[in-house]
Antibody, heavy 120, light 107 residues
Framework: EVQLVQSGAEVKKPGESLKISCKGS????????IAWVRQMPGKGLEWMSI????????KYSPSFQGQVTISADKSINTAYLQWSSLKASDTAMYYC?????????????WGPGTLVTVSS | DIQMTQFPSTLSASVGDRVTISCRAS??????VAWYQHKPGKAPNLLIY???NLKSGVPSRFSGSGSGTEFTLIISSLQPDDFATYYC?????????FGQGTKVEIK
C-alpha cells in the first residue's frame, strides 16, 4: 500500500526556520517524483517544487524559487521542504504528492498534509 | 508561464444533474491535463490524467476530454459524495499549474 506520511503540525514565529518531512513507503521511492503543494487558508492549490529522489533533480515554481528548499534523503525514503525565515504569509497546509512518470509526471497520490501556522 | 483559467468558480447543482467544469490554457499544452477532487479536511484525490484517462477506482460517472487549450471534466450524474472542489492542472516537465478551482455546491 502506497503511503506518504507527513510530519506533524507546526506553530512557528516569523523569522524562524522550519523543515517539514514526507516519508514514502509501499513503492520504489527513487523512481517517482515528490512534489510539494501549498494551500493557503480559503485558497486554491499551488505547486511549489518537485524533486526526483533517484538523482535529486529539482524544479521550482517561479513563485517559490528562493523562498523554500526541497531535498530528499533516499536512504530513508524521505523528502523535505524547508524555510530559512518564515513569514506570516507562509501559514498554510502543505501537501506532499507523489509524481508518476507518464510522459511528464502527474500527481497520483497525495499525503494528508502538514499544517504550518506562523504567528507572533 | 502557461496559465490555466478554470470556470465556473462555483456551481450549484442537484443530485442526478450532469455537471460540466471547464479549463482553458493560455497556450496549447497537448493533453497534459489532470483533474482532482478536494474535500474539506482531506487530501486532494486524482480523478483524471492526460486529459481523459480515468484513474483506477474512480467512478465511471467522471470523464475528461479535450486537447490543445480547452479541457472539460464531466460528472454524468452528480452523487451526494461528489460535492467538493475540483481543480484542473496542466503539467509538463517544468511546471504544474492548477486552475483556480470549482466548488460544486448543493442546489
Amino acid at each position: 500500500e502506497v503511503q506518504l506520511v507527513q510530519s506533524g503540525a507546526e506553530v512557528k514565529k516569523p523569522g524562524e526556520s522550519l523543515k517539514i518531512s514526507c516519508k514514502g513507503s509501499g513503492y520504489s521511492f527513487t523512481t517517482y517524483w515528490i512534489a510539494w503543494v501549498r494551500q493557503m487558508p480559503g485558497k486554491g492549490l499551488e505547486w511549489m517544487s518537485i524533486i526526483y529522489p533517484g538523482d535529486s533533480e529539482t524544479k521550482y515554481s517561479p513563485s517559490f524559487q528562493g523562498q523554500v528548499t526541497i531535498s530528499a534523503d533516499k536512504s530513508i525514503n524521505t523528502a523535505y521542504l524547508q524555510w530559512s525565515s518564515l513569514k506570516a504569509s507562509d501559514t498554510a497546509m502543505y501537501y506532499c504528492v507523489r509524481g508518476y512518470n507518464y510522459g511528464p509526471p502527474y500527481f497520483d497520490f497525495w499525503g494528508p498534509g502538514t499544517l504550518v501556522t506562523v504567528s507572533s | 508561464d502557461i496559465q490555466m483559467t478554470q470556470f465556473p468558480s462555483t456551481l450549484s447543482a442537484s443530485v442526478g444533474d450532469r455537471v460540466t467544469i471547464s479549463c482553458r490554457a493560455s497556450q496549447s499544452i497537448s493533453s497534459w491535463v489532470a483533474w482532482y477532487q478536494h474535500k474539506p479536511g482531506k487530501a486532494p484525490n486524482l480523478l483524471i490524467y492526460k486529459a481523459s484517462n480515468l484513474k483506477s477506482g474512480v467512478p465511471s460517472r467522471f470523464s475528461g476530454s479535450g486537447s490543445g487549450t480547452e479541457f472539460t471534466l464531466i460528472i454524468s450524474s452528480l452523487q451526494p459524495d461528489d460535492f467538493a472542489t475540483y481543480y484542473c492542472q496542466l503539467y509538463n516537465f517544468n511546471s504544474w499549474t492548477f486552475g483556480q478551482g470549482t466548488k460544486v455546491e448543493i442546489k
